[in-house]
């Protein structure tokens, strides 16, 4: 997720959340017996100081980074749990999670922001501050930073030491499933029908690539080219927008037309007027299981911050490393020692 200028991300967004749950959601206390509020006061405690720095930085010269390390930080901990898996590179032993299918157009911004945190971190306290930690303080200080609600997060992750493509498959939703199917799959995780609403509100900021909904807007049906539930001027302007997808296909529009770039209720506010972008955006308010969470989120900003608050903690708490299970990686990119 990103910016309609930039081309590097495509948005399944509300999708691919988490899938990787299990008894951190269950019993959070035996997930996290090291996570703290202030795991790195003592080891490193300008912290929080020099990653607030870099991603502020970075937002200010790059404004589709919040949406970006956003999604970095959904595709992680969905898959082997939150333990920055997902920033490993490839090698000649081993293709890596982000080369999968679904991770290879992840946004550019956000693995650069992490990178950089993690060199301003080794210069400061060098071996201490863990790469899935970096990208939860992130995570967290950006949604702030756009306008989004602050949570508290606890720290003492360990980075995991798995990074495989051939795990990847059947841990994201994606457009193409209906939301019971959806539903099912948040739920196998214990992730309840209101976590996954509020999650998707995600989507009031970022883009999503013309091609991810492209059949919305052209040959939709038999009876009409255009999706019925699309607002007809708003699908007319995606039609302009997406004449070229085909052969330009970075070409992408706003998830949220009215503020893009403000993490607001207003995801919401646009489902109500036919404004969602992708499919299963706009399906949240056609069924009785989900509409009633879009019609309370859209009229109380407050009550959606406070949920996706929550929900966010939730995630970040999912399969969390401790201990001997994981390292503190010198670089996000690579394991301590390679794997062959």
């Not at 032993?93 to 950089?116: Q, S």
Request: hydrophobic share 40%.
């Amino acid at each position: 997720m990103a910016f309609h200028f930039h081309s590097h991300s495509h948005s399944q967004f509300l999708l691919f959340f988490f899938l990787t749950a299990g008894l951190a959601l269950l019993f959070p206390s035996t997930a996290e017996p090291h996570l703290t509020e202030n795991y790195y006061e003592k080891t490193c405690p300008k912290f929080n100081d020099i990653v607030q720095q870099v991603v502020t930085d970075k937002q200010m010269a790059t404004p589709t980074t919040a949406a970006a390390v956003l999604r970095l930080f959904f595709h992680d901990c969905v898959l082997e749990g939150c333990d920055a898996s997902l920033l490993i590179a490839s090698n000649s032993f081993n293709k890596a999670e982000r080369d999968h299918d679904t991770n290879v157009n992840l946004p550019g911004d956000g693995f650069d922001t992490i990178a950089r945190i993690k060199t301003s971190l080794e210069l400061q306290c060098p071996g201490v501050v863990s790469c899935a930690d970096i990208i939860t303080a992130a995570t967290r200080n950006l949604v702030n930073m756009v306008g989004g609600p602050h949570y508290r997060v606890s720290f003492g992750r360990k980075d995991g030491l798995v990074s495989r493509a051939d795990r990847v498959d059947g841990h994201y939703a994606k457009t193409n499933m209906t939301l019971s199917e959806i539903i099912n799959l948040f739920a196998s995780k214990k992730l309840s029908v209101q976590d996954l609403v509020a999650l998707s509100g995600a989507h009031t900021i970022g883009f999503s690539h013309c091609r991810e909904f492209s059949n919305r807007i052209f040959n939709f049906s038999k009876t009409s080219d255009i999706d019925p539930t699309l607002n007809a001027n708003f699908a007319k302007g995606l039609k302009n927008l997406c004449a070229n997808y085909t052969s330009n296909p970075g070409m992408s529009a706003f998830n949220d037309v009215m503020t893009p770039g403000k993490f607001d209720n207003m995801y919401f506010r646009n489902l109500q007027r036919g404004l969602g972008l992708l499919i299963t955006d706009q399906a949240l308010m056609a069924d009785e299981r989900t509409k009633p969470l879009v019609d309370l989120y859209a009229s109380d900003e407050k009550k959606f911050f406070e949920d996706f608050a929550q929900s966010m903690i939730k995630v970040s708490l999912m399969n969390v490393k401790t201990g001997k299970h994981g390292e503190v990686r010198r670089r996000c990119d690579a394991f301590n020692n390679l794997k062959t």
